[in-house]
């Protein structure tokens, strides 16, 4: 699964690759986290198996599965170091 910044109909006009995601991972998380509209799209790049989270339950297992919200957070913090990075490197070359 390759997730996106934006809405984007097809591979040819992705604006930003922001990370492939790979089995067991995770997307969609900074939508339930911070209550607000999702900020990027996800196409999947070979068949896979979804399991969809709606709030109670994302909320439910933060509250009664320490490692899961542990999990979400490394993911979060993973992801924003490697923007962070992405923008530093290109930060240079303007």
């Given amino acids: 699964m390759r997730t996106s910044s934006g809405d984007r109909p097809a591979p040819s006009s992705w604006k930003l690759t922001v990370e492939t995601v ?3 991972g995770l997307l969609g998380e ?3 986290v911070d209550d ?3 900020s990027a799209s ?3 790049l070979v068949d896979c198996e979804l399991v969809p989270i709606d709030e109670k339950r994302f909320l439910f297992l933060v509250q009664e599965t320490p490692f899961f919200a542990l ?3 490394r993911t979060m913090a993973r992801r924003l170091r490697a923007m962070n990075e992405r923008a530093l ?3 240079g070359t303007h």
């Fill in 22 to 24: 790979e089995e067991g």
């Fill in 71 to 73: 999990e979400v957070m």
């Fill in 89 to 91: 490197s290109g930060a």
């Fill in 30 to 32: 900074m939508s339930l």
């Fill in 42 to 44: 996800a196409v999947a």
């Fill in 36 to 38: 607000r509209e999702r």
